[in-house]
C-alpha cells in the first residue's frame, strides 16, 4: 500500500526549458472592422468582439521553442481581421504565431523548467501589494495550527530550508503499481503504474533505510527527463497483495506483492482480521525474512500483544 500524491507540474512542461505558454484569453486579441451588424470590441483581458465572435483555440496553449500553431476567428463580421499579440515571439496577419528560437527558463530541475518564467515563485514578490486580509490569515493559521509556523512545516514560509531533490527518471525506468492506502485520495490513480527510481543512488528524505511505520516524513520526488512529468510518494509501504499464515512457533508468513524494492529484514508490519483461534495475530509485529516473499513473525511483540499462533 502506498500513499501516493502525483503531481505534475503542468501538461506545458512537456518541453523543459524550451516552453512558450500562449494565453489565448489574456494575450491574444482578434479586433475585427467595425460593422452595424453587432456591437464589438477589444477589452484588455482578451478577445471580446461581441456575442459571436470566437477564437480558436480559445484555451491556453503550449508551444515549444521554434514551434508554430494558428489561431483562427469565426463570426467576427465581414472584413479583415487585425491579430495583435502581448508576450514574446511574432504573430502575422492570418493569425499564425511563431516561438522564439529559443526560451531561458529561470527555475529547472533535471532538464525540465519548473513552472512559467512569469509564476510567483520564479519571479521577485516583493514589490507585489499584500493581500488585504494577510495578517487575518496568518492569525488564523496560529490559532489553529501553530506548528505549522515551525520552519519544519513553513516550507511556503521558509522556502530556504528546502532540501528535496528529484529523482532523474526516463521513459525505461521500472514501473510498480501502486495500491493507495487512502483510496479517497487517490484521484483516479488506485492500482495504476508509477516509476520507481533507483535504490542506489535514491535522494529521498530520511534514506529508504527510515522505518516506513515510524511516522516520519519520507518524501520522494522523480522527474521523467523524457516527458518532464514530476510524481511525489510520500511514504512508501511494502505492497502486500496476498498473505497467507502457518500455524506454528513462529508463526510463517508467504506472500505475493508488487513492490520492485527489497523489503528490509524486520520490516513492520500490522495484522488486522483475525478471527477464532488466529485473534491473537491481530496487531504490529516485525518480520524475519527467510526468503524473497516469506518469512516468520519476530517473537517479541509489541507490548500487551500475543504472539501469532494457531
Not at 17 to 27: E, M, N, Q
Not at 118 to 133: R, S, Y
Not at 268 to 277: A, L, R, T, V
Request: aromatic share 10%; glycine share 8%.
Amino acid at each position: 500500500m502506498v500513499d501516493f500524491l502525483r503531481g505534475v507540474r503542468t501538461h506545458c512542461f512537456a518541453y523543459s526549458s524550451h516552453l512558450v505558454t500562449i494565453l489565448v484569453a489574456l494575450g491574444l486579441m482578434a479586433a475585427p472592422p467595425a460593422s452595424s451588424g453587432a456591437e464589438r470590441g477589444v477589452t484588455s483581458n482578451g478577445p471580446n468582439v461581441g456575442p459571436r465572435c470566437t477564437i480558436s483555440p480559445a484555451t491556453p496553449v503550449g508551444v515549444p521553442a521554434g514551434g508554430t500553431i494558428s489561431f483562427t476567428a469565426a463570426n467576427c463580421g465581414s472584413g479583415q481581421l487585425t491579430w495583435t499579440l502581448s508576450g514574446q515571439g511574432s504573430l502575422d496577419r492570418s493569425g499564425n504565431y511563431s516561438a522564439p528560437e529559443s526560451v531561458v527558463a529561470h527555475n529547472q530541475s533535471r532538464g525540465c523548467q519548473e513552472l512559467p518564467n512569469n509564476a510567483p515563485f520564479n519571479i521577485p514578490i516583493d514589490q507585489l501589494p499584500v493581500d488585504a486580509h494577510s495578517s487575518r490569515w496568518l492569525n488564523r493559521i496560529a490559532q489553529s495550527g501553530p506548528q505549522y509556523l515551525a520552519t519544519y512545516h513553513a516550507l511556503k514560509f521558509y522556502t530556504q530550508i528546502l532540501n528535496l531533490y528529484d529523482n532523474p527518471i526516463d521513459s525505461h525506468t521500472p514501473q510498480q503499481m501502486m495500491h493507495f492506502l487512502y483510496t479517497d485520495r487517490s484521484n483516479g490513480y488506485q492500482d495504476t503504474y508509477f516509476p520507481i527510481p533507483a535504490q542506489r543512488s535514491l535522494l529521498m528524505e530520511g534514506g529508504t533505510a527510515t522505518d516506513a511505520m515510524s511516522a516520519l516524513d519520507r518524501h520522494l520526488f522523480a522527474v521523467n527527463k523524457d516527458t518532464c512529468e514530476d510524481t511525489e510518494m510520500y511514504n512508501l509501504y511494502v505492497d502486500f497483495r496476498t498473505v497467507s499464515f502457518t500455524a506454528g512457533n513462529p508463526t510463517r508468513i508467504s506472500w505475493t506483492t508488487n513492490t520492485i524494492w527489497a523489503i528490509p529484514q524486520n520490516y513492520q508490519i500490522m495484522i488486522s482480521g483475525g478471527s477464532g483461534s488466529w485473534a491473537a495475530a491481530n496487531g504490529t509485529w516485525r518480520i524475519t525474512l527467510t526468503g524473497a516473499n516469506s518469512g516468520t513473525c519476530r517473537s517479541t511483540p509489541p507490548a500487551g500483544a500475543a504472539r501469532p499462533a494457531a
